[in-house]
């Protein structure tokens, strides 16, 4: 039989991200983006699942209701409150299955075909390719060192008449690394409320900061429901349980509610109990700070080997959190032929076009991952990434 | 701030069940749709997760792949080949975050705005509201008492230029309760290999049949690639951990896999592991036993119970297996009015019109389930049900 593919998914390619994963094999994955397995609370986890299969296994185990565990959502919402200044009381908060479902809803209960969201260019894969899967028409504003150029992005206000929403990574941009600066997430989130477009603010990598001081989300300005904020517990528990939140207005909230009913009715309540007691029973504070500390170690030991063995043919900004480095090569080397060298002499990174609008655009760029490989790996990477670069 | 809505959103309703389901508070819930808790292997899965804690924590809470765990998709293949007749050697097992996302990944995959689903009439709510949310036109096709009316659909294949699939629950339809025949399964298969149109067959309820013969799916007539086939983990295991699997022709399953990328990346893997390692370590069979005595014992139930107290008021035919009657209340009765009553009078129950293409269209049916409700609450429910038809 010859199927006839929606025109949105037919033209889509799966994340290269995700196949260079699947097929990674016995490379060493400076690729990924996993965070490092030891900052997951495991022996936390295990008491608290422990716990709730004697204690409440019909309640984990039976259908819930689609915005999530009521109680779950009242701690998340004093914590993003309190903690991350990104919540007044105008909004709701819906837990996701991961914060990629965010996206997804939002482009459910948006997105016309043809419409368009504006992205900062590069941005993540994972999300660029929901909008282009759900319809939409990706318009790139650049990313400067204190964030999204907020010029290019008024231009881009100006001229896309059918734009839903902003799409902007404030902290340790994926893949570019750059932290927004106060005034600029001031000035986007004075643009979106001007031209009466929604701003969805996703901060998967907030409690990652392991140097500079912590700034406000978009969020925190929000007074009139222009921001949409995802939040995850991907690296800060753990991402296979699959648990994201977001704080929207009201109004948003419900219709996102709708969408996840039609997706996936509910986030699994396992999931969300661990969360929940986790939440509960153990300092969130503490565990950030542990993890802090794996992070630090682990991005100065790559910054340290690159500086140490790749200066002469790559130039880059140090993040002051997140997972990731991103890495001009000189231009005498081909990136394209580079990333598959890399592949071929064992070791993986991934090729910067796979993060733009268009990734058939000229890009000079790699991107560099320090959670997921060892220590060992991360050594032995850079130093085959340096024999690659010889050959050119 | 005004906000600008998808089309097909704007206009989308939750789930009538679901906003029953939150607000029944103490209400018999006849309404709902829950699995029996008593049918949960909850031991097993006790003893399961906490080996999984012990014994492979990092894989449980690391990323996974999108498709799935690859032994649990292995292990599935073979279920679906062998036990549920359901796969060729040209289809793909992939898992889903519950069989509700195979409904939005198909539909993600195969709708552009104004494409047609063709379904049955009356149908499951969360699948037609999942693809209307996608844009979709829907054409209702009736239900007899031997599954959808195939002169009816070879009408609609006729009519529907923009047909993209036909969606149907051979197995105790949600909310008709009837099973299709063999003959209608092999003539729905040949009429959509003909007009070539999916068949998006969901059998959520296959493993509870109380009475009858076991009839085979439409899929294991598939020899070209026609049938999409959604199973479920939630009557068999429990539904709160949200695990469902889709056998689709390869072409199919590589595209579903790219909208599930954009959705939730993957099921949890915590749920995915619970599911294989159950699936490996215990008897299905003998738990499905276990499910088809208790639902038969419930089923028997409130249908004696609706014979004695309520024959004068409605019809219905007892149903084979699944979680629902359908009943009809007689022309004197308004069936609005009546689920109205029933709310206030303690016992809730779906209205008919829930399920239909058009919830405007005239209609005398309610859905009941025994599933969810205690015996005692089947018992003093239907005593309400009576008290309430007595007022007409």
Redesign the interface.
């Known amino acids: 039989?010859?199927?006839?593919?929606?025109?949105?998914?037919a033209s889509?390619?799966?994340?290269a991200i995700?196949e260079i994963?699947?097929n990674s094999g016995t490379s060493i994955p400076l690729s990924a983006?996993?965070?490092a397995?030891d900052a997951?609370p495991?022996s936390d986890?295990?008491e608290i699942?422990?716990k709730i299969?004697?204690e409440e296994?019909?309640?984990?185990?039976?259908?819930?209701?689609?915005e999530g565990y009521a109680p779950l959502r009242e701690s998340l919402s004093v914590l993003a409150k309190d903690r991350y200044r990104a919540k007044s009381d105008n909004d709701s908060v819906i837990i996701t299955?991961?914060a990629?479902?965010i996206?997804?809803l939002m482009s459910?209960?948006?997105?016309?075909?043809g419409?368009t969201v504006i992205c900062e260019e590069p941005s993540f894969i994972?999300a660029l390719?929901?909008f282009r899967?759900?319809?939409a028409r990706l318009r790139g504003v650049p990313v400067q060192k204190d964030g999204m150029d907020t010029d290019e992005l008024e231009k881009a206000l100006k001229e896309e008449k059918r734009a839903?929403f902003i799409y902007t990574i404030p902290n340790f941009q994926n893949p570019a690394g750059v932290t927004m600066s106060l005034e600029k997430r001031e000035k986007i989130y004075n643009l979106a409320?001007e031209y009466?477009v929604?701003v969805l603010e996703d901060n998967p990598y907030g409690d990652t900061r392991t140097a500079g001081e912590e700034i406000d989300p978009i969020k925190s300005f929000d007074k009139?429901?222009?921001v949409v904020y995802a939040g995850s517990f991907?690296k800060i528990?753990?991402?296979?349980?699959?648990v994201g939140f977001t704080v929207a207005?009201k109004?948003?909230a419900?219709?996102l509610?709708?969408?996840k009913?039609?997706?996936?009715?509910?986030?699994?309540?396992?999931?969300q109990l661990l969360v929940y007691h986790w939440l509960k029973d153990y300092s969130i504070e503490e565990h950030v700070s542990k993890i802090k500390a794996i992070y630090k170690r682990k991005l100065n030991l790559l910054c340290d080997k690159l500086d140490e063995l790749m200066s002469p043919y790559i130039e880059y900004e140090k993040p002051e959190g997140g997972l990731f480095v991103w890495v001009k090569l000189n231009d005498n080397i081909d990136m394209l032929q580079y990333c598959k060298k890399c592949s071929e002499a064992g070791v993986s990174v991934v090729p910067g076009t796979a993060f733009l609008t268009d990734d058939t655009a000229p890009c000079q760029y790699i991107r560099l991952n320090f959670s997921t490989p060892t220590d060992e790996g991360i050594v032995r990477g850079v130093e085959l990434m340096k024999e690659v670069a010889l050959t050119f």
């Open positions: 039989m010859e199927y006839k593919f929606s025109d949105a998914l889509l390619k799966p994340s995700r994963l699947k983006g996993n965070p397995p997951f495991v986890l295990t699942i422990k299969m004697e296994p019909i309640l984990a185990l039976q259908y819930g209701i689609t299955s991961g990629q479902q996206m997804s459910q209960a948006f997105i016309n075909e419409d994972g390719n929901c899967a759900n319809g839903k409320k009466g929604i009139d429901g222009t991907s528990i753990a991402p296979g349980i699959r207005p109004e948003i419900a219709k509610t709708v969408a009913q039609t997706q996936d009715v509910h986030t699994p309540l396992l999931s």
